[in-house]
């Protein structure tokens, strides 16, 4: 197919409005009609660049297209799940609003659907899980329970995953009980934002993460790297977006939709000239004055949220060094005095599991990043 069209030549529109479409004219007819009474959620969430609203026509080329989450409480699930996945394969249309509901894979080897019209049974992209079960998977953590997630549960789940969980939408929230599916609203209500303690927390350690480097973009270019300099200043934007979403309380997506999240902050406008301008620039000098405009505009951020102690947010030399800095660590201290959680407080400032590893496919293991916590704290704690 093209970029612009499906096989049966429909413009484009939202995913999510084609999962809406999907449930209340396909899959709602087949619930009501096979199992009256059953308890379910039904909504668009987890992975797909549609819940997270930055799908696009080139998003059809895969994984894209009429999908839904059914949600069950955890014995429906298990009772029902593999044959109302059946009855969906033969029931559901053979298209929505002109999308295919049909995924074939194109490469036997790669479990990547793409749309086609079939005149057999579909093979479709309605999922079938308990809640509970899928919030494991996505999460490392069934953060249906009544307790919620612990502190370091909450350092061990990647902002990407918390914006596949609490992103998308839901299209309806059945009763249940605790695990049960109508807990879906209220889950994603309880993961909307990290509590105040580890949000506290993150941010310092975002803050400790520029002060680590913010002196380097000069030292490369002093002993004539400029390329290093470069690389150093461009992860130091990076840092600063990431920085900027804490602050407005939105969780950071992967890579490649990193700064079409920015870009809907209230601060974007404001600060993208100078966040561009360290990624033009082609000298070292004014990579670092566009670089410190960017530090005091948002240490003047970090100042007025209230959440520490003001902070004087003007650049200054390093130590004895011709290098202007903002010295971010001084913000990473009063952010870091205003932790009082004993557990978080005996912790360093290397943050949640995606401030300190960027790695795609170990961020996608739930067992080993919850280690991988686990072992910092346990190392932390029996340090002398």
Request: with cysteine; proline share 7%.
């Amino acid at each position: 197919m093209d970029n612009q069209r499906s096989p049966l030549g429909a413009d484009f529109i939202p995913g999510l409005d084609l999962s809406r479409i999907l449930y209340e004219e396909a899959v709602r007819p087949v619930l009501d009609s096979a199992y009256p009474g059953l308890r379910y959620a039904a909504a668009r969430v987890g992975s797909g660049s549609e819940v997270l609203g930055f799908d696009t026509a080139r998003s059809a080329d895969h994984e894209w297209g009429p999908r839904l989450n059914l949600f069950l409480a955890p014995d429906d699930a298990a009772e029902h799940g593999a044959e109302l996945h059946r009855l969906l394969a033969e029931r559901l249309p053979k298209q929505v609003r002109g999308w295919p509901t049909h995924f074939r894979h194109a490469d036997p080897e790669v479990p990547i659907g793409q749309m086609e019209l079939t005149q057999g049974a579909v093979n479709h992209r309605v999922s079938v899980d308990g809640l509970g079960d899928w919030l494991s998977a996505q999460l490392g953590t069934d953060a249906a329970t009544a307790d919620g997630p612990t502190v370091r549960d909450w350092l061990a789940m990647p902002q990407q995953r918390l914006a596949e969980v609490t992103g998308g939408a839901v299209f309806h929230d059945g009763p249940g009980g605790p695990g049960a599916a109508g807990t879906l609203g209220a889950v994603r209500a309880r993961l909307a934002w990290y509590p105040e303690q580890v949000w506290r927390y993150l941010l310092a350690c975002q803050w400790q993460r520029i002060s680590q480097e913010e002196a380097l973009v000069g030292r490369c270019a002093e002993v004539g790297d400029d390329l290093g300099s470069a690389v150093v200043a461009a992860r130091l934007v990076r840092d600063l977006m990431r920085l900027c979403l804490l602050l407005e309380r939105s969780y950071a997506p992967y890579g490649k939709w990193l700064g079409s999240a920015f870009g809907r902050l209230a601060v974007a406008d404001a600060l993208k000239p100078s966040l561009a301008g360290v990624l033009a620039a082609t000298r070292y000098p004014v990579r670092e004055r566009h670089l410190c405009d960017a530090y005091e505009y948002v240490a003047g951020l970090q100042n007025a949220s209230g959440l520490a102690a003001p902070v004087d947010p003007a650049r200054r030399p390093y130590h004895g060094r011709p290098f202007q800095v903002l010295h971010a660590e001084r913000f990473a201290r009063a952010l870091a005095a205003t932790v009082t959680d004993p557990e978080l407080r005996g912790l360093p400032l290397t943050g949640g599991v995606d401030q300190w590893a960027d790695s795609t496919d170990f961020l996608g293991l739930g067992g080993p990043r919850r280690a991988a916590v686990d072992a910092l704290a346990r190392t932390v704690t029996r340090s002398p």
